[in-house]
């Protein structure tokens, strides 16, 4: 066992990630708001985080022995870049771990959304009944007469794409940046207003860069259709929730599905909570036990550069 090396896990990963670490390193899992982790920062070459842990200034300053962060997961807005990159600290992370799971639960949302499963026939007895339940399943819109709209044409926006296109919806979408044609998985590009404003579903894909925050807002909000879906499992600060709120009471229509917010966990006094047309979840999409072990996987990256392979 490399003695020498000592790596904190700030929040859980799979166990078979952490053993297959402890095999190598000495690994201590302990919150941020533990009392025993400042000390435990101090001797620290590696660090392993997850969502909820802030790499800031602050924490590099105590954890002076650090050469590695890792973050189990896709997006690096909770890790301070720059101050790592002064600090001469490699930061690694599990991009495409739950790819996957993010598309799934995104289908699965377009599908609730535009054709729910009706209610079962536990309690059908009678020819009339039958017939009610019948027209009530109804769907007014099927998918192949709707239009996507992807913000963010990344690698989860292009899946999406992928997998929208091949069910039937056109698909549309806007990016800040050029994308090759073969890589756009049958959506075309139109501009920030253009996708706002026609799309029937909206989904969100943009990365938590400072510029993205408050992408949505009061001034642009109230251009969406009247009817529409809009879906965000991206990052919470793209949208302002005071703003997204208003909306929502205005537009009875519109329905929010929001599985990412501005604080979490969501705090009772967020104006969204208990607006009929505003559904809240506890930032799972990328919750599969697949994905789960993917992004654990960070590990061998941080043992790599801690065994002198920075690859």
Not at 210 to 236: D, F, Y
Request: hydrophobic residues 45%; proline residues 5%; contains cysteine.
């Amino acid at each position: 066992m490399a003695i020498d090396q000592r790596i904190i896990v700030t929040e859980p990963i799979a166990k078979e990630a952490i053993q297959w670490l402890s095999q190598r390193a000495i690994v201590q899992q302990i919150d941020v708001s533990d009392p025993g982790f400042d000390n435990a920062i101090t001797q620290a070459t590696g660090l392993i985080v997850r969502t909820y842990t802030d790499v800031d200034r602050h924490l590099l300053t105590r954890g002076r022995r650090l050469r590695v962060v890792g973050r189990a997961g896709t997006g690096l807005d909770n890790i301070d870049i720059e101050a790592c990159h002064e600090c001469g600290i490699k930061v690694v992370n599990t991009p495409d771990a739950n790819r996957q799971a993010v598309v799934e639960y995104v289908t699965s949302i377009l599908a609730t959304f535009f054709r729910a499963l009706p209610p079962r026939i536990d309690q059908v007895h009678t020819e009339e009944q039958w017939v009610t339940a019948r027209h009530a399943a109804i769907a007014p819109k099927q998918m192949s007469e709707s239009t996507l709209g992807i913000l963010g044409l990344g690698a989860i926006g292009k899946r999406v794409a992928a997998v929208a296109s091949a069910i039937g919806f056109t698909v549309q979408y806007y990016d800040v940046k050029q994308i090759a044609p073969a890589s756009r998985h049958g959506a075309h590009p139109v501009d920030f207003e253009t996708v706002l404003s026609t799309s029937d579903a909206l989904t969100v894909h943009v990365d938590g860069r400072s510029s993205n925050t408050h992408l949505l807002n009061a001034g642009n909000l109230p251009s969406l259709l009247p009817t529409a879906l809009l879906i965000n499992t991206a990052r919470g600060l793209v949208i302002d929730s005071t703003a997204l709120a208003e909306t929502l009471c205005a537009t009875p229509g519109i329905t929010a599905v929001l599985d990412v917010h501005e604080q979490e966990p969501i705090l009772e006094t967020n104006p969204l909570m208990g607006l009929p047309n505003a559904q809240l979840f506890p930032h799972a999409a990328s919750r599969t036990a697949a994905a789960q072990r993917a992004m654990s996987w960070v590990v061998r990256d941080v043992w790599n550069v801690l065994d002198g392979d920075p690859k």
